[in-house]
């Protein structure tokens, strides 16, 4: 038995989680091209080995002829005088297997077996790396910060690095030697040099992971988060939904005191979370999706994906938000292209009137608010209304700041992304 060397492919199997099957291939491969580099050929040698002991012998079947004076080509034939020695029914034109010693390698030929057994390991190492991170490809991982490359962050993910480039990096987030961060896996690619992991801190999915993490009905399909919308490093707007009529969404995921949504706000370094309820009436969800601010009316257009919302004259600068944000993330998070007016001016503004709509107030029918899908265009806005709570860090509801007195017109564009 082989001890040295079954002891040598254990460890190699432990530490490297390669099979011991990649290794068994690896050895016989090695010694054939150990074989090649000696007698100059190696397509008649065999190798034969016992994967429970690791004990193994090299053959090279060589024909047999009749004299020593008819051999050729030592490597492939054999005179019938020798061939007996071996098989003694051998008889020419047989193949007869002749045992290779494979101790008799020369330095360079021994040399060149080590190295094909090592290409092989490094390539079954990156294989294994590879398979890993694929299936964590749209997940996320932790990671340690270690170093800068250019622009971008090398992340320490434990069986590879991961790449934290200039644009997946939250704006303002300061990351340090050492820290610990989640990742979002975006793409692991194989290349020659082993697999290239790319991940971010900017992606929306990274929020709705750390929801599913965090909260146990989410996890458990009870709860559902049906769409996000994010500006890392400043807010984030989700919508809820339960399955179950007796769970509250946005209670669940807040947690006992905000416990939950303040260890996600932690996570973010102090990225704002607005959690609302989805609602499958446009019109309700808009509302849902702009406060805090109060909305008097929304008029949606499912078929154009628009709609147009009134609120109070005071309510304006709090609706649209700081330089457009509660608008414009209101407006991703619903899909829908929003103009939003105060109360005075919608009185003069067409569409912005029930009479436009309905002969009389009276006939206004709810069903004819709004839907849910993506869009957002510059000067329309998605709406805001009551059903959603935003938190700070220490978890704790608040109202949300208004925008300046004088920076938006009366339904005016809030301001570019």
């Known amino acids: 038995m082989n001890a040295e060397l079954k002891a040598a492919m254990e460890a190699l199997t432990k530490e490297k989680n390669i099979s011991s099957d990649t290794l068994f291939d690896a050895i016989e491969n090695a010694l054939v091209t150990a074989c090649r580099n000696s007698f100059g050929k190696a397509g008649n040698v065999r190798v034969v080995m016992d994967r429970e002991t690791c004990d193994y012998s090299v053959f090279a079947d060589k024909t047999v002829v009749e004299t020593k004076d008819d051999v050729m080509d030592p490597a492939i034939e054999i005179a019938l005088q020798d061939a007996v020695k071996i ?40 294989n294994v790396v590879y398979d890993y991170f694929s299936d964590k490809q749209k997940n996320i991982v932790t990671g340690v910060v270690q170093r800068n490359v250019g622009r971008g962050i090398s992340i320490n993910l434990g069986k590879a690095d991961g790449l934290l480039s200039e ?45 599913e993490e965090e909260v146990a009905e989410i ?27 007796n769970v509250d969404p946005v209670g669940a995921c807040v947690g006992l005191n905000g416990s939950r949504v303040s260890n996600i706000v932690d996570e973010l370094r102090g990225e704002k979370i607005d959690i609302v309820n989805w609602d499958e009436n446009p019109g309700n969800f808009i509302q849902n999706a702009l406060s805090p601010a109060k ?44 103009d939003i007016k105060d109360e005075t001016s919608a009185k003069d503004a067409p569409g912005f009137r029930y009479e436009d709509y309905f002969g009389d107030e009276d006939e206004y029918d709810e069903e004819y608010e709004g839907t849910y899908e993506e869009g957002y265009e510059e000067g329309e806005y998605a709406a805001d209304g009551e059903g959603g709570e935003e938190y700070a860090a220490d978890g704790e509801a608040f109202e949300g700041e208004p925008a300046p007195e004088g920076e938006f017109e009366e339904g005016a564009d809030a301001a570019e992304e």
């Open 87 to 126: 098989r003694e029914e051998a008889q020419v034109g047989e193949l007869v297997a002749v045992p290779v010693d494979s101790q008799s390698f020369g330095r360079i030929a021994a040399q060149t077996a080590k190295n094909v057994i090592l290409q092989k390991i490094r390539e079954e190492e990156r």
């Open 219 to 245: 996890r458990d399909g009870v709860v559902e988060i049906k769409s996000i919308a994010r500006e890392a490093g400043s807010r984030t707007k989700i919508a809820v939904w339960s399955n179950d009529p």
């Open 295 to 338: 909305i008097i009316a929304v008029f949606a257009d499912p078929e154009e994906k628009t709609a147009k919302v009134v609120v109070p004259d005071y309510q304006l600068s709090l609706a649209i938000g700081r330089e457009g944000q509660n608008a414009r993330l209101a407006a991703r998070l619903t899909g829908y292209k929003i």
């Open 167 to 211: 644009k997946e990096q939250v704006p303002g987030e300061r990351l340090r030697t050492q820290d610990r961060v989640r990742v979002y896996v975006l793409e692991v690619r194989s290349t020659p040099r082993g697999p290239r992991i790319l991940v971010s801190r900017t992606h929306p999915e990274l929020v709705r992971r750390l929801f």
